[in-house]
């Protein structure tokens, strides 16, 4: 039987990869993650490493820019992205893609791309009591953005790092047999993200230190969606264990 763990502490969508991320009280969870996450990034023209994404990794300043719904309030896909000067440029603009170039010195292109554009797998989670001991590890405020997550969550046993027991289970979001859930595949390998400020960009190393320093560079789990449905802010959270072979 599933068991209850905890709650939905918060939700976090950013619909340009690397870009600033926006808070949510509620999203839908589809088959490739939340509807409307990083589906859109740009692409670093002419590389042809097998990663071709501009991120933050490389150009710090790209979490300064922020994605603009319309204007009307409705909830489609974004239409500008205001810039770190304030001036608010069209998505595919060629305004913006030249911003972007002459800031980070290599020439970009925006992209599109369906099912998002995804590092690993379409959905990530981690538990507040995870962020909050590698803030106090770090000496640093505690703030789950530096770790881009879709879901936080809020344990009902304050333990950290528990997410790396939930290997090959499921987590459930809400009440019932249909309730949205994903299947937990593998822990969040972390990278020198982790270290910049969501607000000003600037690095602190010993946030990244921190992470190996507890717990071998893992912050947090990727899952992969098995039931879609609405996720919200208080929803229960419930954990089925793995399924364990006959010997």
Same mark, same amino acid.
């Given at each position: @039987?599933?068991?209850?763990?905890?709650?939905?502490?918060?939700?976090? %969508?950013?619909?340009v990869?690397?870009?600033?991320?926006?808070?949510?009280?509620?999203? /839908?969870?589809?088959? *490739?993650?939340?509807?409307?996450?990083? =589906?859109?990034?740009?692409? =670093?023209?002419?590389?042809?490493t097998?990663?071709?994404?501009?991120?933050?990794? @490389?150009?710090?300043?790209?979490?300064? &820019?922020?994605?603009? =719904?319309?204007?009307?309030?409705?909830?489609?896909?974004?239409? *500008?992205?205001?810039?770190?000067?304030?001036?608010?440029l069209?998505?595919?603009?060629?305004?913006?893609?030249?911003?972007? /170039?002459?800031?980070?010195g290599?020439?970009?292109?925006?992209?599109? @791309?369906?099912?998002?554009? &995804?590092?690993?797998a379409?959905?990530?989670?981690?538990?507040?009591?995870?962020?909050?001991?590698?803030?106090?590890?770090?000496? %640093?405020? $505690?703030?789950?953005?530096?770790?881009?997550?879709?879901?936080v969550?809020?344990?009902?046993?304050?333990f950290?790092?528990?997410?790396?027991?939930?290997?090959?289970?499921t987590?459930? &979001?809400?009440?019932?047999?249909?309730?949205?859930?994903?299947?937990?595949? @593998? %822990?969040?390998?972390?990278?020198?993200?982790?270290?910049?400020?969501?607000?000003? $960009?600037?690095?602190?190393?010993?946030?990244?230190?921190?992470?190996?320093?507890?717990?071998q560079?893992?912050?947090?789990?990727?899952?992969?969606?098995?039931?879609?449905?609405?996720?919200?802010?208080?929803?229960?959270?419930?954990l =089925?264990?793995?399924?364990?072979?006959?010997?």
């Open positions: @039987m599933p068991e209850e763990i905890g709650q939905v502490e918060a939700i976090f %969508r950013s619909p990869k690397s870009m600033a991320g926006k808070r949510l009280e509620a999203a /839908s969870l589809g088959w *490739h993650g939340l509807d409307g996450d990083r =589906r859109f990034a740009f692409r =670093r023209i002419g590389d042809r097998g990663f071709p994404w501009l991120t933050a990794t @490389m150009f710090p300043e790209l979490l300064l &820019f922020v994605p603009q =719904r319309p204007a009307d309030g409705s909830n489609g896909d974004i239409t *500008h992205v205001r810039a770190p000067d304030g001036k608010e069209p998505l595919f603009s060629e305004e913006l893609a030249a911003e972007v /170039s002459r800031r980070c290599a020439r970009v292109e925006m992209m599109r @791309m369906r099912n998002g554009i &995804f590092d690993d379409s959905i990530s989670i981690i538990t507040s009591q995870t962020v909050d001991e590698i803030g106090r590890l770090a000496g %640093r405020r $505690a703030d789950a953005r530096r770790f881009r997550p879709n879901v969550v809020r344990l009902l046993q304050s950290s790092f528990r997410e790396d027991e939930w290997l090959g289970a987590l459930s &979001f809400g009440d019932g047999d249909d309730a949205p859930a994903i299947a937990v595949t @593998m %822990r969040d390998l972390r990278c020198s993200m982790v270290n910049l400020d969501p607000d000003s $960009a600037s690095p602190a190393p010993e946030v990244m230190k921190a992470v190996v320093r507890a717990n560079n893992n912050a947090g789990i990727y899952g992969t969606v098995t039931r879609i449905g609405g996720l919200a802010v208080g929803q229960k959270v419930s =089925r264990p793995a399924i364990k072979e006959a010997a």
